[in-house]
């Protein structure tokens, strides 16, 4: 189908809507808001890394003792 000469609705992209402060030379609270969600998820990375170090650990520890008594 040809394109139509006529309607150029939506030709060049699209803009991002500018929040009255945006426009007036402040900063968005967007970034700011990516940067705190960011943040949180590091947060709950890195627990999540120790919870399973600590499991791992746990799990290794009784392992070792199962052997100690067999020998006695």
Do not use: C, F, H, I
């Not at 809507?17 to 968005?28: I, N, V």
């Not at 970034?31 to 919870?51: F, N, Y």
Request: avoid cysteine; proline fraction near 3%.
């Amino acid at each position: 189908m040809a394109k139509s000469r006529n309607n150029l609705l939506g030709v060049g992209g699209q803009r991002k809507k500018l929040s009255r402060a945006e426009q007036q030379g402040a900063g968005s609270a967007r970034g700011a808001d990516r940067k705190a969600a960011e943040d949180k998820k590091q947060e709950l990375v890195r627990k999540m890394r120790e919870r399973a170090e600590a499991q791992a650990a746990t799990t290794a520890e009784p392992a070792a003792d199962q052997d100690g008594p067999a020998q006695s």
